[in-house]
């Protein structure tokens, strides 16, 4: 039966234009673009992002080639280093101060604006004011006050602090017995830096006071310069004037290294405990990671504890009077300050030690990588029979 209505292709045929080979063919129309749709005139942008992405991506190769040979010329000049051989530790003293010299002088700004805020707490209000302020009245290079008597002092610092670590660590290891040592790690994390600091303490002592009266001073103490500052305190204080803050050193670093030291290795074992597989199946890159995350959280801890003891020093350094007893200095310190005052520039130095504890593991066991040298931390497995702490 022959339909009443027209077919769809007849009034196709019957309303659009002629095409020379008889019916046109349909014609797909892009849809009107909506605001949810990405625009196409942004697709040169991301080609330009994902360009830039796999240049950084070819330049990060090539560091670490040029990385892996470097550290290849170096391991062939040293020769194999034998763990815990003179090799070995020197290894580690010369990571110590590059990773502790260069870290702190990163970060004199920041230690400047602590210094004055614990000798004059109304002095700034906050950090960007008081860099303000000093570069105003002392131009851009005296918000790096210090910084000369802070390289030359954490570099020798540093040098001790890591190379006597790892000798006292294997030194109180082999008095303790393989056993004991492992079932006993955190005391002999604590004993080793304990040591370590004490020794280091000494060689930092004149460039600290050299440093905080450099900060705490303006114009700054004997122009900022590190051993006309030595010479002028020998010259009217003698020798032990260089030292008349080593009490309140030691008091605020030892405790400093013992937290920082113990509580890193503890948090890297928890770490690679927690991730699976094993410490030797991760790249250098993630090894080294783990070891800033691992230094960063055991920053945190050291700027708490030691942070009074930190006050104290930058005061006796600062307001000290010659002659003056050690003991009746702190009271008469103390006195003026109070409790509260001991915390003062606590979140500056929180911030700031993070930080800085952070990078200088993450240097050092760069450095250690370098050298052929496995990074620190995550305690080796227990010796045949010995029963895992907490079994």
Not at 224 to 242: D, H, M, N, P, R
Not at 304 to 321: C, E, G, Q
């Amino acid at each position: 039966m022959p339909l009443l209505f027209p077919t769809q292709g007849t009034l196709s045929d019957a309303f659009t234009p002629q095409a020379p080979f008889g019916r046109a063919s349909h014609v797909s129309i892009a849809p009107e673009q909506t605001k949810y749709q990405a625009r196409s005139d942004l697709y040169p942008a991301r080609s330009a992002v994902d360009d830039a992405k796999i240049k950084a991506s070819q330049l990060g190769n090539e560091a670490i080639k040029e990385f892996d040979k470097a550290s290849q010329k170096a391991q062939a000049t040293t020769g194999h280093i034998e763990p815990h051989s003179a090799k070995y530790y020197a290894a580690c003293t010369f990571g110590g101060l590059m990773a502790c010299g260069l870290t702190h002088t990163a970060v004199t700004p920041l230690d400047l604006v602590k210094c004055r805020r614990q000798v004059d707490s109304k002095m700034y209000k906050g950090n960007f004011e008081a860099w303000r302020k000093i570069s105003r009245a002392e131009g851009f290079r005296g918000v790096y006050t210090g910084w000369s008597p802070t390289f030359f002092g954490y570099s020798a610092q540093g040098a001790f602090k890591y190379g006597e670590y790892e000798f006292f660590k294997k030194f109180y290891s082999d008095l303790a017995g393989e056993e004991t040592a492992y079932k006993y790690k955190t005391s002999l994390y604590l004993a080793a830096s304990a040591s370590a600091e004490f020794i280091a303490d000494i060689a930092l002592c004149p460039f600290e006071a050299v440093k905080v009266r450099s900060q705490t001073s303006i114009p700054p103490f004997a122009g900022g310069k590190t051993f006309g500052g030595i010479t002028q305190i020998t010259g009217a204080e003698g020798v032990a004037g260089l030292y008349k803050g080593l009490y309140p050193l030691w008091g605020r670093q030892i405790p400093y290294t013992m937290m920082k030291f113990a509580s890193f290795e503890t948090i890297v074992e928890m770490i690679y405990n927690y991730l699976p597989g094993r410490k030797s199946d991760y790249s250098k890159a993630a090894q080294t990671g783990v070891s800033f995350t691992g230094g960063y959280l055991a920053g945190i801890l050291c700027a708490i504890v030691s942070h009074p003891a930190d006050v104290m020093v930058s005061k006796l350094n600062a307001n000290r009077k010659p002659g003056e007893a050690f003991g009746g200095a702190m009271g008469r310190i103390y006195k003026e300050i109070g409790f509260a005052g001991l915390w003062n520039g606590l979140p500056v130095r929180i911030v700031m030690i993070g930080t800085l504890t952070g990078l200088q593991w993450m240097i050092y066991d760069y450095f250690k990588i370098f050298m052929g040298l496995p990074t620190t931390g995550g305690a080796a497995p227990p010796p045949s029979g010995a029963t895992p702490p907490g079994h």
